[in-house]
């Protein structure tokens, strides 16, 4: 069974930063093909924040971009987001992802508010 772990959520002040981590905590995971950033709020679904594929092709919601970088180290098997300029509305549960040829594998969740 292929876990998951974020860590780096909290909360942060409009116009800090916060940078979140994933990495694999237990299980043997395939070859990663991609790994991404996803959040959702309380009823709402759950939408993509970054995403970056095995050679390094990173793509970003349009709310992001110019703010959110998503670096990813391959060797560790772990995936960053690193958010500058957070606005109040990025307030979510972010959760990471690695899709393998095996399927997909979810991180639980850390929360991320931002509020004066």
């Known amino acids: 069974q292929v876990q998951l772990v974020e860590s780096g959520g909290g909360l942060a002040q409009p116009g800090g930063s916060l940078r979140l981590s994933c990495a694999v905590a237990?299980?043997?995971?395939?070859?990663?093909?991609?790994m991404g950033w996803y959040r959702q709020a309380t009823g709402k679904q759950r939408e993509v924040v970054a995403v970056?594929?095995?050679?390094?092709?990173?793509n970003y919601a349009d709310s992001v971009k110019g703010r959110f970088t998503i670096p990813r180290d391959n060797a560790k098997n772990t995936v960053h987001v690193q958010m500058n300029n957070l606005k109040p509305e990025d307030t979510d549960v972010y959760y990471c992802?690695?899709?393998?040829?095996?399927?997909?594998?979810w991180g639980q969740g850390t929360q991320v508010t931002v509020s004066s």
């Open positions: 992802a690695f899709t393998t040829v095996g399927g997909r594998y």
């Open positions: 970056i594929t095995s050679s390094g092709m990173a």
């Open positions: 237990s299980g043997g995971v395939p070859s990663i093909n991609t």
